[in-house]
């Protein structure tokens, strides 16, 4: 098919418009954060999840209850949403591939497929022509390479279920990385050389059907026991690795001929960007845009999947976004859950908080989080830790 020809066509997609219902597949607080969006914008929302309790579920129009593969659920989904989006990346993307078939799916199975499957991830980025971190790919003990390879010290990482640095292990040598292959139950992993990284940044965009690309500024990121703790935005780093973050990620969406939300996470090592990992879907550090963006990455991921079109990106205010995980409960003597000081961070003027809906506090489990916003970035980065260490986050 020539270009021009795929052009008409796209452009040929109807809008949908609302109060049309939209479907996601997942329950978690992305997917909350796009009913909330879909709301706004007037359409309804079916969330598939099998948790009762699901953060999107419970606020969602119509809440399916059922595992992510069940034919009857899919069947209904297919038969009552307009167009069918994702929050998460291990969906099966089989199950998209069936909606598909007599509905809009947003992004696409093979692009979910990608990102869902770390050897074909990181495949597809460096066959793009984009950098990456060494990697070897791990189909058997015998993958592992010997102590002299330069790839030490590296991290295993299993090549799908992974997230919040679950599934990863830090290896020095062969000996370490067979047993964390064990471990592992010897599924297939990739073997990552261990960088220096200077920083982290991320760059989430929305890609439309016509292949028009608004791309949200580029965030600095910084992680805590493999979980992501702060996002800082603007980064604070050279505007050409900025620029450099934005090229590469408008790049991976446009070899991907992506539609919908992406995530793009990056390692800055001296003055070399490497692709980390995608997300096909809002991700976590783009969760500022929501308080410091003329348009959030949610009301995007609505946009592009009714086919309305993309909103403005740019950032109104600097931002600075701290997660909160389930430890900030247990942050005191007792062993029970105590509620954090909340009254104490919403004290701060230009600080939002987000609340998930989620009953029971666990240890490294995202709970919420807040965003301060600013002019200045250095009294919001201020503001922002003081209110981090009054919820006692990053302190167990
Ligand atoms: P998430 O889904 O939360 O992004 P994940 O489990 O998919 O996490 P990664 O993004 O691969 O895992 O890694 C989590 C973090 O571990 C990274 O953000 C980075 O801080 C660190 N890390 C991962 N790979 C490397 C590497 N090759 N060198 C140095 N640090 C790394
Ligand atoms: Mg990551």
Redesign the pocket.
Same mark, same amino acid.
């Given at each position: 098919m020539s270009l021009q020809q795929s052009n008409t066509e796209r452009s040929s997609i109807a809008t949908i418009v609302a109060p049309a219902m939209l479907g996601m597949l997942g329950g978690g607080q992305l997917g909350r954060f796009f009913v909330i969006a879909a709301h706004e914008l007037g359409y309804q929302v079916t969330v598939l999840d099998p948790d009762k309790n699901s953060p999107a579920g419970k606020i969602a129009d119509v809440h399916l209850c059922a595992d992510f593969d069940d034919l009857a659920a899919l069947k209904k989904l297919a038969q009552t949403c307009s167009a069918v989006t994702t929050e998460f990346e291990n969906v099966p993307a089989k199950s998209l591939e069936k909606l598909a078939l007599t509905t809009t799916v947003r992004p696409s199975a093979s692009c979910v497929a990608i990102a869902q499957h770390?050897v074909l991830e990181k495949n597809f980025i460096k066959d793009a022509g984009l950098p990456v971190?060494p990697?070897a790919v791990i189909n058997g003990a015998t993958d592992l390479p010997e102590d002299t390879s330069s790839l030490y010290p590296?991290?295993l990482?299993v090549a799908r279920f992974?997230?919040?640095?679950?599934?990863?292990a830090r290896v020095k040598n062969q000996t370490e990385a067979q047993k964390a292959f064990v471990e592992f139950k010897q599924e297939v992993c990739v073997l @990552?050389?261990?960088?220096?990284?200077d920083l @982290?940044v991320s760059v989430v965009l929305a890609r439309d059907a016509q292949g028009n690309i608004a791309a949200f500024p580029t965030a600095e990121?910084?992680?805590l026991n493999?979980?992501?703790d702060i996002s800082i935005v603007p980064a604070r780093c050279s505007a050409v690795i900025k620029a450099n973050a934005q090229a590469l990620a408008k790049k991976l969406a446009e070899k991907l001929d992506y539609v919908g939300v992406l995530g793009v996470?990056f390692?800055v090592v001296g003055k070399q960007l490497l692709v980390? @990992?995608i997300?096909p879907r809002p991700?976590?550090s783009g969760h500022y845009t929501i308080d410091a963006c003329v348009t959030s990455q949610f009301e995007q991921q609505v946009r592009v999947m009714t086919g309305l079109p993309l909103g403005d990106a740019s950032l109104h205010s600097n931002a600075v976004m701290v997660n909160i995980l389930g430890d900030s409960w247990f942050a005191n003597s007792k062993n029970d859950a105590l509620e954090p000081a909340w009254n104490k961070a919403l004290g701060h003027a230009n600080l939002k908080l987000h609340l998930y809906g989620k009953h029971e506090p666990r240890k490294g489990r995202k709970m919420g989080h807040f965003t301060v916003i600013g002019q200045d970035l250095k009294t919001v980065l201020n503001a922002a830790l003081i209110a981090r260490s009054e919820l006692h986050i990053g302190e167990s």
């Open positions: 770390r971190a990697f590296a991290i990482k992974g997230y919040d640095g679950k599934g990863q @990552e050389q261990m960088l220096p990284l @982290e990121n910084s992680h493999g979980i992501l996470e390692f980390n @990992e997300a991700h976590n």
